[in-house]
Structures are given as C-alpha cells and as structure tokens.
C-alpha cells in the first residue's frame, strides 16, 4: 500500500507499506526497526508483538519521545501490560496499531513537527 506520493522535506517519512517489509522514502527495509523524525535504527531484535515486554522500553525511550506509535505487522495485537506500561509510568502516550496505520499516523505526527518514534515488527525471514 502506497502510503504518500509526496517528497516532505525535513523527516523521515514512510512511503510505502508491505506485508513483509516498509520503505522509507526510497529504502526497503525487511526487518523490525524504529523510527524517528530524524533516524531510522535497523534490525530491530522483535520478530511478534508478543515477545515485547519491559526491557524492550527503554530501547524507546532513549529517543525521547512524547509519543510511540507500535506497528505490531499486518494485524493490530496488543503486547503486554509491563511493556505498555512502562511509558505509561514515564508519562509517554504509546499506540498499537497494525504497520498501515502505524505508517499514517506516523507521517502525519511527524509532518507536523512531533517527537513520535514508530516501531515497526516486520517478520523474521528466515533464509
């Protein structure tokens, strides 16, 4: 699903969302990665949205967000209580949403000039 056709200046942006991989602006990533307005960080080591808990917040943090957007892959699933409520205790707002929606809503808080960090869970692909 083609997501914008426009080339914003000033933010990463997410042009594009497949089943098992998203582009930014022209590059196609196959594996898990964040997102901020100004660097995407790869190979994110989370393959389900099952398998996050509280260890995996502080990865988040460290980016200083005010807000978390959680592609969770094709279809919207929730992770666990500790995992979403570790922002919760540090007063940062955190979404789960299927990598479509994830990807718009991403674009649209960081076109306006938000501190939003989106994960992406991609499938593992294994070779």
């Known amino acids: 699903m083609d997501i914008s056709l426009d080339r914003p200046e000033g933010y990463l942006f997410v042009r594009r969302v497949g089943i098992e991989s998203v582009t930014l602006i022209d ?6 990665f964040l997102l901020a307005p100004d660097q995407a960080i790869e190979n994110w080591p989370v393959s ?3 398998a996050l808990d ?3 917040v502080e990865a ?3 980016l200083k967000p005010e807000l978390v957007i959680l592609g969770t892959g094709s ?4 992770p666990s ?3 979403m409520s570790g922002f ?3 007063g940062v707002g955190i979404e789960a949403m299927d990598n479509a929606a994830a990807a718009r809503t991403y674009n649209l ?5 938000r501190r939003v960090i989106a994960g992406f869970i991609l499938p593992r692909v294994d070779a």
């Open 27 to 32: 590059r196609e990533l196959s594996a898990s």
């Open 75 to 78: 279809r919207q699933t929730f």
């Open 81 to 83: 209580p500790g995992f």
């Open 48 to 50: 389900d949205a099952a």
């Open 109 to 113: 808080l960081a076109g306006e000039g």
């Open 60 to 62: 988040l943090l460290a």
């Open 88 to 90: 919760l205790r540090k």
């Open 54 to 56: 509280g260890s995996h």
